[in-house]
């Protein structure tokens, strides 16, 4: 595992949003997976700024989504696929042709996980998969105690993560659904290149166990260490607890 530290979050998007860009320039088709949440966010803006200024095409790019809620329709506006259609398409200039995701309104949940991840695997699995991180050390919505080898599934929400996404629901924590569908670890290993961005003091704690302490369930963001290609971009805030 490579760790980076940048000075601030906005470093961090630009580093990341190069990362991309090159890959994009080698493999214009190529399958990025994106995150959503706050800390993405910095990239998202930083690769379309270079799509902007023609630095990259991204228009062949195909996106696969880490994460849904359940239960959420699909046209809510903090429904993942809602917020990657915002966030990261249509700044891009991909068509949902090119978008791939979890069906959190489907009738038949875990048919709907295992339709996703055989649908990854079709596809020629992730080229780079961009990571956040949970105070707690979750990865997609892998919460601690989450197999290491999971696949995507349905998952429970802890009442910490409840608690922080309030915010993107007006702050009333009622709002925000207790479950999730997430890709699982083991799904998430199986991209080529894993790109975690963390930012914020109130990272620090899951950071440095994801560095430096030992590969354990109990920091799912810790399987990192596993993986032969994975970068964790941290800014000096989220870096305060690295040895
Ligand atoms: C969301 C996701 C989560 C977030 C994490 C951090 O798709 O996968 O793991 O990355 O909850 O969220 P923020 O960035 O809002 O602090």
Redo the contacts with the bound molecule.
Sequence with gaps: MEVVIVPDAKAGGVLIAETMARLLRRKPDALLGV??????LPVYAALADQVRSGAVDASRARIAQ??EYVGLPAEHPES?RSVVRREVLEPLGIGMDAFMGPDGTAEDIPAACEAYDRALAEAGGVDLQL????TDG????NEPCSSLASRTRIKTLTQQ?RV??ARFFDGDIDQVPHHVI?QGIGTILEARHLVLLATGEG?ADAVAATAEGPVAAVCPASALQLHPHATVVVDEAAAGKLK
Excluded: R, V
């Design positions: 995150a959503t949440g706050s800390t993405p880490l994460d993942y990571l956040g991180i949970g979750h990865i997609g919505f993560t922080d996404n997430t990272k």
